[in-house]
Nanobody
Framework: QVQLVESGGGLVQAGDSLRLSCVAS????????MAWFRQAPGKEREFVAV????????YYANSMKGRFTISRDKAKNTMYLQMNSLKHEDTAIYYC?????????????????WGQGTQVTVSS
């Protein structure tokens, strides 16, 4: 079993920055993808970014490119999401997820493990 725990959310103003963290524990894999998704009130959960644990290659949703940066620290078993120039429409619960079969998927269905989420609220 894998446990994912997010942290770093909060209430910020438009234009501010936040860094989210996701610590993974439990079962280990030779390789995996880890990703961030988000869900705004009344909307479906959407893909934000994904990173390959081994080589660090990453992919972003178009609307996040240039503002968000995904990274990981292997030694700490931790994935990050640096969010800059935050907008009101970035308000959502942000979830981290893990896919045991890495392929850069942007689909929720590919991810077997999920964290509980961390709330990000951006005031306009």
């Amino acid at each position: 079993q894998v446990q994912l725990v997010e942290s770093g959310g909060g209430l910020v103003q438009a234009g501010d920055s936040l860094r989210l963290s996701c610590v993974a524990s439990g079962r280990t894999f030779v390789n995996c993808d880890m990703a961030w998704f988000r869900q705004a009130p009344g909307k479906e959960r959407e893909f934000v970014a994904v990173i390959n644990w081994n080589d660090g290659s990453s992919y972003y949703a178009n609307s996040m490119k240039g503002r968000f940066t995904i990274s990981r620290d292997k030694a700490k078993n931790t994935m990050y999401l640096q969010m800059n120039s935050l907008k009101h429409e970035d308000t959502a619960i942000y979830y981290c997820a893990l896919d045991r079969s890495p392929g850069g998927s942007t689909s929720l269905r590919a991810y077997e493990y999920w964290g509980q989420g961390t709330q990000v609220t951006v005031s306009s």
